[in-house]
């Protein structure tokens, strides 16, 4: 049986024997050290239903719609800075990106900021800027979005704030013109 780690998304194949007639099953990750449970409930056709899903019985990347609700009309980028993302880790290290417009969609091929990293999501996470700070929003991806070493749904970020999604640590800058 193949599941992920609730803490750092991280993949691990966990043997039948491991399980045997157990509805839940408990192991430590070999990436974070954190503890994931993960339930197993058996059908009466011997179908086995994992939670959490692993990657692969997840929406296939190229199906996924992205259905963003209406932007709101109190975004805006701030006047007298220019907001700067700064990729320190990863297979992107070192890359920068300066936002053009107040509301971005982060993940591979296809976002408004491409990340060239395969653990994150095609539309990973949502950047809206407030004028001096920013919401950061996971758009439900597969090995979620990092604040402060939690996984979080949504963050608030401020100028030198940093997250992370896949193996990727990004610092937020709100940079004077």
Do not use: W, Y
């Amino acid at each position: 049986m193949q599941t992920a780690c609730i803490h750092c998304g991280a993949e691990h194949l966990l043997k039948d024997g491991q399980f045997g007639g157990h509805t839940k099953v408990q192991f430590k990750c070999s990436s974070c050290g954190k503890t994931t449970i993960v339930e197993i409930k058996r059908r009466v056709d011997s179908t086995v239903v994992m939670s959490p899903l692993p990657s692969f019985a997840k929406a296939n990347a190229t199906s996924s719609n992205l259905n963003l609700p209406p932007a709101d009309p109190g975004l805006r980028l701030p006047e007298n800075a220019k907001v700067v993302l700064n990729i320190l880790s990863g297979p992107s290290k070192g890359e920068s990106h300066t936002l053009k417009k107040p509301r971005v969609v982060l993940g591979r091929k296809g976002a408004d900021i491409p990340v060239n990293d395969p653990e994150i999501s095609r539309h990973h996470c949502l950047l809206e800027v407030r004028d001096t700070h920013i919401n950061l929003k996971d758009l439900d991806s597969t090995n979620g979005t990092f604040f402060d070493e939690e996984r979080v749904r949504a963050a608030m970020l401020r100028d030198g704030t940093e997250f992370r999604i896949g193996g990727s640590l990004i610092r937020v800058n709100f940079q004077k013109k």
